[in-house]
């Protein structure tokens, strides 16, 4: 950071502390009453009003300390003409100017335990408090009831809230939403399956090697790293022969409720002949995975190696939760936030934003602090197009690709040549899916897609950009030790980390929330053409309603798919 750049942050900080007071005041203004509202959705049967031994997990977000210039210090970073541009916090950085203060967080506990609130977990951020009480103590702090249900594909009994549940004033103006008034499973991965049994021949060695396909006849990292142009291909200028940005010193996080086999990465690795010099870490949140599902088991395989095989040098951080609930979903961005190790993190799932109460809100809650420390968040926007898991709704989207600080990563089919070298591209439309996006109804228009011309000006617009996901031309991976071809959107978003971590190694920093300068590059500079090509422009493939392909920006793929090297050195 330059000293230019170190006066510009500390002048910040004191406008920042100068004016709390009066961002609390109109923060305890804004304070909604209803934290929860009565989940309903098709495949629901009450059983009654739950009792005394049914124990209630709730997680409390807590308002953040001077809010706009929180806001305000987020653009900031993302404007090259800012002299904040770029300049990230650390954690304590954050705690100091805009987590609530000890005594707020402090005061918080007490009056919670007073209510008969036990405390199951605390964040150095003071930002989230998890608390667990019967589900009487719940029913009288949050003037609600809960009830005993059961869900359609879901097992075992689980519990909802069955009236409102509202803020006690005693918390009004800290608390900014809570979570867990039930353990409805609202999220569910993103991929797509499709058996094979083509075997096609192997190609020369490259940096990321033979063979460009699979057993089954998908991909391999080849394809992709070759085919989108990632950093990884590219020799480092003084370095050793062989030497490539391979996210070597980035950190690369994957969001899942299972654990991926390391035995299986390697048989995928070995396979591939790719050469993983980054770790992996494990981190349990609210217990970890107890008995995952099938489908998220399988997710988790895809994710972490999608991303070790297509980068790596990068460090590989799992964070593994229990199950698909709102609550541990925003535990664990919490979790992932608080912590500041990831540089990206990965989400190949999603829900109905207009399913959950609050949910969409908690988890920008959790990304506006990670942006703010330079870290991006990137999800899947769904395999259907415009139907969304969990919607009514016919035209919907999905969160957590849903919000400003999201990366919003759609699907395309991608075609490349024997040598891994890109042909062409179109919108994933096919028999095995469709890649999702639309316009949010929860979050307006952000200021990044304001001047895009084929932006639906009513809400949030997704996708941002795509990589591909059909499972037709989807990546050869090994699941329990057996291979087999995997798309869906579930892939073009650890697509997308990897081509981050290593983009953000040729760039030597972080880049945080990278909406803005993509948009604002891609305004300014285009597509580029030839060997300055900076992405790929999706104009064909089959339209799914108002997802249509064509020149420019569209609610099918977006800007389009990135030239990963070029793109880290022009658009982000």
């Known amino acids: 950071m330059t000293p230019m750049k170190r006066r510009g942050l500390k002048s910040f900080f004191a406008v920042a502390a100068f004016s709390a007071s009066t961002a609390l005041a109109s923060a305890a203004v804004l304070q909604p009453t209803i934290v929860a509202g009565v989940p309903r959705g098709a495949g629901m049967r009450d059983l009654g009003r739950?009792?005394?031994?049914?124990?209630?997990?709730?997680?409390?977000?807590?308002?953040?300390?001077?809010?706009?210039?929180?806001?305000?210090?987020?653009?900031?970073?993302?404007?090259?003409?800012?002299?904040?541009?770029?300049?990230?916090?650390?954690?304590?950085?954050?705690?100091?100017?805009?987590?609530?203060?000890?005594?707020?967080?402090e005061r918080a506990i007490a009056l919670l335990k007073h209510a008969g609130f036990s405390v199951t977990g605390t964040n150095r951020s003071r930002t989230a408090l998890d608390v667990s009480a019967s589900a009487p103590v719940v029913e009288r702090y949050?003037?609600?009831?809960?009830?005993?249900?059961?869900?359609?594909?879901?097992?075992?009994?689980?519990?909802?809230?069955?009236?409102?549940?509202?803020?006690?004033?005693?918390?009004?103006?800290?608390?900014?939403?809570?979570?867990?008034?039930?353990?409805?499973?609202?999220?569910?991965?993103?991929?797509?399956?499709?058996?094979?049994?083509?075997?096609?021949?192997?190609?020369?060695?490259?940096?990321?090697g033979q063979p460009l396909r699979g057993p089954d006849g998908g991909f391999g990292p080849l394809a992709f790293v070759q085919?989108?142009?990632?950093?990884?291909?590219?020799?480092?200028?003084?370095?050793?022969?062989?030497?490539?940005?391979?996210g070597t010193g980035h950190a690369a996080g994957i969001a899942i409720p299972a654990d991926p086999a390391?035995?299986?990465?390697?048989?995928?690795?070995?396979?591939?002949?790719?050469?993983?010099?980054?770790?992996?870490?494990?981190?349990?949140?609210?217990?970890?995975?107890?008995?995952?599902?099938?489908?998220?088991?399988?997710?988790?395989?895809?994710?972490?190696?999608?991303?070790?095989?297509?980068?790596?040098?990068?460090a590989v951080f799992i964070y593994e939760f229990n199950q698909f609930t709102a609550k541990e979903v925003v535990d664990t961005y919490d979790a992932a936030v608080d912590d500041n190790k990831v540089d990206t993190l990965n989400s190949s799932f999603g829900a109905c934003e207009?399913?959950?109460?609050?949910?969409?809100?908690?988890?920008?809650?959790?990304?506006?602090?990670?942006?703010?420390?330079?870290?991006?968040?990137?999800?899947?926007?769904?395999?259907?197009?415009?139907?969304?898991?969990?919607?009514?709704?016919?035209?919907?989207?999905?969160?957590?690709?849903?919000?400003?600080?999201?990366?919003?990563?759609g699907g395309t089919a991608l075609t490349v040549d024997t040598k891994g070298n890109y042909v062409s591209e179109q919108y994933w439309n096919d028999s095995t899916g469709a890649g999702g996006g639309g316009v949010s109804k929860i979050f307006p228009l952000p200021s990044f897609?304001?001047?895009?011309?084929?932006?639906?000006?009513?809400?949030?617009?997704?996708?941002?950009?795509?990589?591909?996901?059909?499972?037709?031309?989807?990546?050869?991976?090994?699941?329990?030790?057996?291979?087999?071809?995997?798309?869906?959107?579930?892939?073009?978003?650890?697509?997308?980390?990897?081509?981050?971590?290593?983009?953000e190694q040729v760039l030597g920093k972080r880049v945080g929330n990278l909406n803005p300068a993509l948009y604002s590059h891609w305004l300014k500079d285009g597509y580029g053409s030839g060997k300055s090509l900076l992405a790929h422009d999706i104009t064909t493939g089959s339209a799914f309603g108002i997802l249509?392909?064509?020149?420019?920006?569209?609610?099918?793929?977006?800007?389009?798919?990135?030239?990963c090297f070029n793109a880290s050195t022009k658009l982000l």
């Open 50 to 105: 739950a009792g005394a031994t049914v124990r209630i997990d709730l997680v409390f977000l807590l308002k953040y300390r001077n809010d706009a210039e929180l806001g305000a210090l987020i653009a900031a970073q993302g404007d090259e003409a800012s002299p904040l541009h770029g300049n990230f916090l650390t954690s304590q950085q954050f705690r100091d100017a805009f987590s609530p203060t000890p005594q707020t967080y």
């Open 142 to 208: 949050f003037n609600t009831e809960i009830h005993r249900i059961m869900v359609d594909g879901s097992a075992g009994i689980r519990y909802a809230n069955a009236r409102p549940a509202i803020l006690p004033n005693e918390l009004r103006g800290t608390v900014d939403g809570v979570l867990g008034f039930d353990t409805i499973e609202w999220f569910k991965p993103l991929y797509r399956v499709l058996p094979r049994s083509i075997v096609l021949p192997s190609i020369p060695d490259t940096k990321i």
């Open 227 to 246: 085919g989108y142009n990632f950093p990884v291909q590219h020799q480092i200028a003084g370095k050793p022969n062989g030497t490539t940005y391979d």
């Open 262 to 314: 390391d035995s299986d990465l390697t048989t995928f690795l070995n396979f591939y002949k790719v050469k993983r010099t980054g770790k992996t870490t494990r981190v349990p949140v609210d217990g970890g995975p107890h008995s995952p599902s099938g489908g998220a088991q399988l997710e988790a395989a895809l994710d972490y190696e999608t991303i070790a095989g297509a980068a790596p040098g990068a």
């Open 354 to 409: 207009t399913s959950g109460f609050f949910t969409p809100q908690g988890i920008a809650h959790a990304f506006k602090q990670g942006v703010a420390q330079g870290q991006v968040f990137h999800a899947s926007t769904g395999d259907s197009g415009t139907f969304t898991f969990g919607c009514s709704s016919t035209v919907s989207v999905q969160t957590p690709a849903d919000t400003p600080f999201t990366t919003a990563i």
């Open 449 to 503: 897609q304001k001047h895009v011309k084929g932006v639906t000006t009513t809400g949030r617009n997704i996708p941002d950009v795509s990589y591909d996901a059909s499972a037709i031309t989807g990546e050869d991976i090994v699941f329990s030790g057996t291979f087999g071809v995997i798309g869906g959107t579930s892939l073009a978003s650890p697509l997308f980390g990897a081509c981050i971590v290593e983009a």
């Open 548 to 563: 249509v392909p064509q020149k420019g920006y569209d609610l099918a793929t977006g800007i389009g798919t990135l030239d």
